[in-house]
């Protein structure tokens, strides 16, 4: 079944310079290596809005964030062949609120793969990929500094809200009401 949503959801962004970037679920095992490099190579700006907070990378949290069942937790890699290696150059993933049918969502790019479309496009792709699974909503929290996630969100239809629960600015959309 999970090969099958491998499958499902694997798909190539091209850049403007003609290389390709794989969009495709995270592979638990496989990637927890790729998955340490990405996380503990971000630059401390990249990481503190990716966590709304400093957030110490260790190989043991990284371990628990490859856990994915691609049902109630998803990870979606952005993956570049480099020629020697493939790396993962972004993560977008989404958590699943049992009771609420609700996904709190984040996304982060790493620094050096910036401004080149895969931010939004990897949003796109989750959205479709959480729709297809049944998700009702995704949502996320974002400093309110972050500009750049606030118009990328907008662009992508999420309406801007205020969380008061969460002292938190945020925004939502709505995919199997
Ligand atoms: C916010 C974030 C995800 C955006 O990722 P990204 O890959 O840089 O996003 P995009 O490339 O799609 O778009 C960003 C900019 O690049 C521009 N761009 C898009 N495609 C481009 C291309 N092919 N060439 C050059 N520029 C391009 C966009 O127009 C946009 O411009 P703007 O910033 O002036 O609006 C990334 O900056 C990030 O990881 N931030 C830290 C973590 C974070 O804030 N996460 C959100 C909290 S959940």
Known sequence: MDEELLKKFE??????????????????KEDIEKLYQFYSTLSKEKNYLRFMSY???????????????Y???????????????CIIVADSRYFVD???????????????WQRKGIG??????TIKVAKEMG??????YVSAENKKIIR?????GF????????????GELILNP
């Open 120 to 125: 939004t496009n990897l949003i796109l792709h």
């Open 71 to 85: 049902h109630q937790s998803m990870s979606l890699v952005a993956v570049v062949d480099t020629g020697e290696t």
């Open 98 to 112: 049992k009771t609420t049918g609700a996904a709190e969502t984040a996304i982060v790019v790493h620094n050096d």
């Open 152 to 156: 990328i969100g907008k662009v992508l």
């Open 55 to 69: 957030r110490r990378v260790t190989r043991w949290i990284v371990e628990d964030w490859a856990n994915v069942d």
């Open 11 to 28: 798909t190539v962004y091209n850049l403007n310079d003609g290389r390709e970037v794989i969009f495709r679920p995270l592979k638990p």
């Open 159 to 170: 309406s801007p809200k205020w969380y008061p629960d969460m002292g938190s600015y945020g």
């Open 135 to 140: 998700v009702k909503k995704l949502f996320a």
